[in-house]
């Protein structure tokens, strides 16, 4: 099955400074790689994904890039802002069935 | 359009009892996926439903355990003879195509 791990574990920012996430996976056969974002006792919520066939998409302040052939890929927020704050996952699936595998998360603080 | 629905919202069993969890995806979304969460772990996928069909149940212990997509009503996770073990918030996504997938607010489920 496929594997997705998700490093740092825990990650502190200055407001205004960039954040960066990334992700490994094991299953060269995954082609679908959302990030969600979970405030404390919420849902997670989808804030991007990217399919294999781009290696970069960006929404406003948050990017995502993709390197298929080292099976990595990376979050990253800029101008963070406190409102940034709460435990952010990687997952990663095949578009046969879309069985997320998620990692174990991020918790990432911005101070004011 | 309402979001993913969840009820109820906390469940206490004690151990020996049964545990139903129901689900109601957006309109619309007839592709449903059950994920577990442990504290301060990452979502861990259990089963994938579409209309009436299990795709997919690998990640469901095959004791105690089994889910439900009726042609009409919501998706059900049924638990039975809850063990401490299964104290966790159970999340449902459903999806319209299966890749972007919506989460509920999740069932934290207590066995005492």
């Known amino acids: 099955g496929e594997n997705v791990e998700q490093h740092p574990s825990t990650l502190s920012v200055q407001e205004g400074d960039s954040a960066v996430i990334k992700c490994t996976y094991s299953?060269?056969?995954?082609?679908?790689f959302p990030w969600y974002k979970q405030e404390l006792g919420k849902r997670p919520q989808l804030i991007i994904d990217?399919?294999?066939?781009?290696g970069e998409k960006k929404d406003q302040r948050i990017a995502v890039t993709l390197n298929k052939t080292a099976k990595h890929f990376s979050l990253h927020i800029t101008e963070t802002q406190p409102e940034d704050s709460a435990v952010y996952f990687c997952?990663?699936?095949?578009?046969?069935?879309?069985?997320?595998?998620f990692g174990a998360g991020t918790t990432v603080t911005v101070r004011a | 359009n309402a979001g993913v629905m969840q009820n109820p919202r906390h469940l206490v069993r004690r151990r020996g009892q049964e545990a139903r969890l129901r689900c109601s995806p957006m309109?619309?979304?007839?592709?449903v996926y059950w994920y577990r969460q442990l504290p301060e772990e990452g979502l861990k996928f259990m089963v994938y439903?579409?209309?009436?069909?299990?795709?997919?149940e690998s990640g469901m212990p095959k004791e105690r355990f089994s889910a439900e997509f009726p042609k009409e009503g919501p998706s059900i996770l049924r638990i039975q003879q809850v063990v401490r073990g299964d104290s966790a918030a159970y999340f449902c996504?459903?999806?319209?195509?299966?890749?972007?997938?919506?989460f509920g607010p999740g069932t934290r489920l207590t066995v005492t």
């Open positions: 997952a990663a699936a095949r578009s046969n069935d879309y069985k997320l595998s």
């Open positions: 439903l579409q209309k009436e069909n299990i795709i997919d």
């Open positions: 309109k619309g979304h007839s592709h």
């Open positions: 996504a459903s999806s319209p195509q299966g890749d972007e997938q919506y």
């Open positions: 299953d060269s056969a995954s082609n679908y």
């Open positions: 990217i399919r294999s066939n781009v």
